[in-house]
């Protein structure tokens, strides 16, 4: 008798005992909390440093195919390419190095995977550039059509990056997140519009490169001007700090000087671009998108209530 009565209470209790260990394990499951204003401040960053990188790999590539310091590209670009890959998967699964946290959210999730779709036949072609040493024309033209929909589909990725974290992490400056990703987009936007002057300049479909370098210096102005005094259609509040209006500041003095070679190449009437031009733009893009980098991390930094 007392020995039935032993077996049942047993089998009663085990039950229990696994449900109420489920509910504590998922209560307390660290997988599933939110990431913090910090942790959001750097996935924004590097989230939105990947779409500069799309640029700035496809900027090296025509540089290497004009014989531009083809040495000094193949190494830039075996670097942007193998930095891209390795924040690809960090936002995905985490990465103490790069201070990236695992991401859980199922949208985000899913749009990651088209990035990697497009980036899984681009990077077979960016690795037989580096293994030649050479850029052929079809590897140009390769690589004209296939940098912006890798370009797109990163940006949507920043996009849902940016919703997240303006309710969530972000809720108390809902601002600094529309901020944190258009600064960000400033960098890309100097990489791609050096991209599209050197397509001109290479002879590269000529005619659309002009186009777009015209649309992309002119949102880079007008997002500087945002990133500073504010623009309401941009959703951009501008900024009072004394630091990063320093910084933006300096920014924009390099930006006057670079402006108008742009405003060159783009212009209908420019036939040719001469060499000194083309080293002008290949001199003068990287320090241009390091100042813009410092203001991002800036951004950054007051995302986590650090001192600037």
Same mark, same amino acid.
């Given at each position: 008798?007392?020995?039935?009565?032993?077996?049942?209470?047993?089998?009663?209790?085990?039950?229990?005992?696994?449900?109420?260990?489920?509910?504590?394990?998922?209560?307390?499951?660290?997988?599933?909390?939110?990431?913090?204003?910090?942790?959001?401040?750097?996935?924004?960053?590097?989230?939105?440093?990947?779409?500069?990188?799309?640029?700035?790999?496809?900027?090296?590539?025509?540089?290497?195919?004009?014989?531009?310091?083809?040495?000094?590209?193949?190494?830039?670009?075996?670097?942007?390419?193998?930095?891209?890959?390795?924040?690809?998967?960090?936002?995905?699964? #985490? *990465? @103490?190095?790069?201070?990236? +946290?695992? $991401?859980?959210?199922?949208?985000? %999730?899913?749009? /990651?995977?088209?990035?990697?779709?497009?980036?899984?036949?681009?990077?077979?072609?960016?690795?037989?550039?580096?293994?030649? #040493? *050479? @850029?052929?024309?079809?590897? +140009?033209? $390769?690589?004209?059509?296939?940098? %912006?929909?890798? /370009?797109?589909?990163?940006?949507?990725?920043?996009?849902?990056?940016?919703?997240?974290?303006?309710?969530?992490?972000?809720?108390?400056?809902?601002?600094?997140?529309?901020?944190?990703?258009?600064?960000?987009?400033?960098?890309?936007?100097?990489?791609?519009?050096?991209?599209?002057?050197?397509?001109?300049?290479?002879?590269?479909?000529?005619?659309?490169?002009?186009?777009?370098?015209?649309?992309?210096?002119?949102?880079?102005?007008?997002?500087?001007?945002?990133?500073?005094?504010?623009?309401?259609?941009?959703?951009?509040?501008?900024?009072?700090?004394?630091?990063?209006?320093?910084?933006?500041?300096?920014?924009?003095?390099?930006?006057?000087?670079?402006?108008?070679?742009?405003?060159?190449?783009?212009?209908?009437?420019?036939?040719?671009?001469?060499?000194?031009?083309?080293?002008?733009?290949?001199?003068?893009?990287?320090?241009?998108?390091?100042?813009?980098?410092?203001?991002?991390?800036?951004?950054?930094?007051?995302?986590?209530?650090?001192?600037?």
């Amino acid at each position: 008798m007392h020995t039935n009565t032993f077996v049942a209470r047993k089998f009663l209790i085990a039950p229990v005992l696994v449900l109420v260990s489920l509910f504590v394990f998922f209560d307390v499951a660290p997988a599933l909390a939110d990431p913090s204003a910090a942790e959001y401040g750097v996935v924004l960053n590097l989230s939105g440093k990947q779409r500069m990188l799309t640029q700035k790999m496809s900027k090296e590539i025509v540089l290497i195919a004009m014989g531009h310091q083809t040495d000094a590209n193949l190494k830039n670009l075996e670097a942007t390419a193998g930095l891209f890959d390795k924040t690809l998967k960090g936002l995905r699964n #985490g *990465s @103490a190095e790069l201070r990236l +946290v695992p $991401t859980n959210n199922s949208r985000i %999730l899913r749009q /990651l995977d088209k990035v990697d779709a497009i980036w899984s036949e681009f990077k077979p072609v960016v690795q037989s550039i580096i293994d030649q #040493g *050479s @850029a052929s024309q079809e590897q +140009v033209t $390769t690589v004209a059509q296939q940098n %912006l929909p890798l /370009l797109k589909q990163m940006n949507k990725c920043v996009k849902l990056y940016e919703k997240d974290a303006s309710k969530a992490g972000m809720s108390a400056a809902p601002g600094l997140a529309v901020t944190i990703n258009l600064s960000g987009k400033q960098r890309m936007l100097t990489q791609k519009m050096s991209k599209e002057f050197f397509l001109i300049a290479y002879g590269h479909d000529t005619d659309n490169n002009k186009l777009n370098l015209q649309e992309t210096y002119t949102l880079f102005d007008r997002t500087l001007n945002g990133l500073l005094d504010g623009d309401a259609s941009l959703d951009l509040p501008g900024t009072t700090d004394s630091t990063i209006r320093g910084q933006l500041k300096t920014v924009k003095n390099m930006w006057d000087r670079f402006q108008p070679t742009m405003a060159f190449g783009a212009d209908s009437a420019t036939l040719t671009i001469s060499s000194e031009k083309i080293i002008l733009v290949a001199n003068g893009n990287v320090p241009l998108l390091k100042k813009m980098n410092k203001a991002v991390k800036m951004y950054e930094k007051k995302a986590a209530g650090g001192a600037l």
